[in-house]
């Protein structure tokens, strides 16, 4: 079974300037997550779907990060425009739904993110 | 709010040398604890779910433990390729499905 794909999986670019990352969970799962890492922190949540809805969106930055999932399958994190407090791993996850194990999440290798 | 403090924050042991990591959580009401192992520029790697105090999981070196307020991670005869950062995180009941996570221990197992 092919795990969570996410591109690129480096990208510098300078502040002020926009930067997108892409995500393709694993097949079948409906819940997907983008998490923000920084260096020597665990991942910390930026916005959670249910297929094609957003249902937290609570810790995205709203005035610059931006999110869609359009047919409930991948899904898009855009930063417009980045600071260089930006700077970080970008994770995507992705769980199965409406069983137990539907809580356990599993994370793609991550984008990082270096804004100059 | 929900609070998992990791220790320690770095962990050097020797070929051999069993010993335990430590995640303590403070939530209104658990759902779930997570185990995940992450290397070096990679994701982290789901490795075990804990639901309820006196519940026990093992894999091969690993087995992790659970009580009302903390969970241990022990590590029996390790390797150097156990070397990694481990995370703990927790999941409520009745949230939003994230997980909250600690810090992480770095273990570093030397041959």
């Known amino acids: 079974e092919a795990g969570v794909v996410q591109s690129p999986r480096y990208k510098i670019i300078e502040k002020k300037q926009p930067v997108a990352f892409w995500c393709n969970p694993i097949s079948g799962h409906n819940t997907l997550y983008w998490y923000r890492q920084n260096l020597g922190q665990g991942p910390e949540l930026l916005i959670r779907y249910e297929n094609e809805e957003a249902v937290d969106d609570s810790q995205l930055p709203k005035d610059r990060f931006s999110a869609e999932r359009l047919k409930g399958v991948d899904s898009t994190l855009k930063i417009q425009p980045a600071e260089l407090g930006d700077s970080a791993v970008y994770l995507c996850?992705?769980?199965?739904?409406?069983?137990?194990?539907?809580?356990?999440?599993?994370f793609g290798p991550g984008t990082r993110l270096t804004v100059t | 709010e929900d609070q998992v403090t990791q220790s320690p924050e770095a962990l050097r042991l020797q070929e051999g040398e069993s010993s335990s990591l430590n995640c303590s959580y403070t939530v209104s009401g658990l759902r779930g604890l997570f185990w995940y192992r992450q290397d070096p520029g990679k994701g982290p790697e789901f490795l075990f779910t804990l639901y309820s105090a006196g519940e026990e999981k093992e894999k091969e070196r690993l087995k992790a433990t659970l009580t009302k307020k903390e969970s241990f991670l022990h590590i029996t005869a390790p390797k150097p390729e156990d070397s990694a950062t481990y995370l703990c995180?927790?999941?409520?009941?009745?949230?939003?499905?994230?997980?909250?996570f600690g810090t992480g221990t770095r273990l570093t197992i030397i041959p």
């Open positions: 996850a992705s769980s199965p739904s409406g069983r137990r194990n539907s809580y356990e999440q599993y």
């Open positions: 995180a927790v999941q409520v009941n009745f949230g939003n499905e994230k997980l909250t």
